[in-house]
């Protein structure tokens, strides 16, 4: 196909989206029926490992306190820890998100709609940013509001939706 | 969990570093899983209903085997291809998966339960290959092999959904920042 | 369209569906053994148009054999694949590979009647060259549906910036 032909197919699709009237739809990879979307949570956590998932990639993280000095910890005084799964390991990496580029220790922060079977983990909703290293953001905020972060994707961080 | 060996060296292999790295081979290789899958399913379906006398009973069924045999196990042969190399890029995780274990051991039952009509049942073929009325062992392992086969798919869907998170911590990693 | 795959999704009868866990796995699973008896059906419909199989039998013997088991099986997958639809609207909207599988099974629908009309009556081995050719696209088309069905998921890395989705 030709450039030409290439770029009139597209503004076809660009019009027939128009048609839709709406703006890019967000949309997981996952069926939606494992997840609660109703609800997002919004983490501040560090990395504790990546699994490159060739369908879903996940991050397993231990989300900070309020203050971000610390991670929130169990009875036992151990890391909670939570997953966060997105699409594929390749379509991650196109955004940045691999197991080089998280290593354990890692700050970053992310939305997620929670698995409804209330296992500690969720899936991936708006954009993820990571903070650098070692700078955990001040109290109550997010790595988006640490100079110097990196984005990963495409527009905000999700607001968190209770 | 620990993991075995060849399941690690599996994940390690080329291929599976390719297959995580590529953005289009996981959809392609698992659409031509389905096309194998349902090849298989609808051609051993073929079989088994002129085995219980249900259908295509105008053929002996020796002829309606013959005609399915080639295209089962070509079809097979890509399921188990495609298979791996959905397989080999998230060993790991799918070697500690119930469903996937489970539908490894239907494939194993199904194989064994087409191995003893194959010795035993199908000696007596020439007396009904003919007739609808089959023998109530061949009927019994066609229906053997409709719920094995089924159950292979239903568990094989039910994996995507049951993969199971591993939330174990390595060690030395930071997480105290003492402002 | 969109917009009213998102209302759709807020519905009632989506939650429902969406918060059932085990419904989607199943309806998922009885899709693919649905796949297996209307791919199969079309394949033997096909092969016997290219005297490949039951070449001994007139076509419509093979049509009979297994044009019932095709609509029957369509009809499941009609149902099963609304009820999935329901449980995910926006999902399936914002895919550009659901739109063209739609397309597709309509054309696939269509054409295996006129395969029908064209071979209907034909006893001999080998049918006339343009039958058989359009047998083939015929089986062609209804590969593609099934690749189709698979893209939905991964909408974006198929079709980078065609897909109305975009990735989270």
Known sequence: MNTQTRSASRRIVAAIAALAAVPAVVVAHHSFSLYNNEVTKVFTGVVTRVNPDANHLQIFFAPMNAERTNVERGPDGKPIIWAVEMAGSAQAATQGV??????????FSVGMHPLRSGE???ARE????????KKPPTAGKHCDAVEGNTKHGEGALAPAKP | MSTPAFVQALYDSGIAVWMRDSLKAMPLIEAT????IATVFGTILIVDLRLLGVAGTGRPYSVV???MLGKT????????????????PNAITYYGNTAFRLKLLALVLAGLNMVIFQLLTARTMPTWD?????????????IISLVLWTAIIFLGRWIGFTKGYDFSVPEDVQFEFPQ | MLELARQLGTSGLSQAIQSTLWLTPLLQAIHILMIGIVFISVLMVVLRILGRYRADEPFTAIWLRFAPWMWWALAVMAA?????????????ASALSFWLKMALILVGVLSVLGLRRAAAGFTGTSMPFGTRLAATVVLVVWIAIIYLGRSIAYDAEIWGSWSLGVYA
Do not use: D
């Open chain 1, 98 to 107: 691999s197991v080089n580029n998280f290593p354990a220790g890692t700050i």
């Open chain 1, 120 to 122: 500690l983990a969720g």
């Open chain 1, 126 to 133: 708006g954009n993820l940013f990571k903070c650098p290293a």
């Open chain 2, 33 to 36: 899983h389905v096309l194998a």
């Open chain 2, 65 to 67: 085997a013959r005609e």
């Open chain 2, 73 to 88: 196990w070509t079809a097979f042969v890509l399921a188990v291809i495609t298979g791996a190399l959905m397989v080999a």
């Open chain 2, 130 to 142: 003919t007739s609808a009325k089959t023998p109530t062992a061949a009927r019994t392992a066609a």
């Open chain 3, 80 to 92: 099963t694949g609304l009820v999935l639809i329901i449980g995910e609207p926006l999902r399936e």
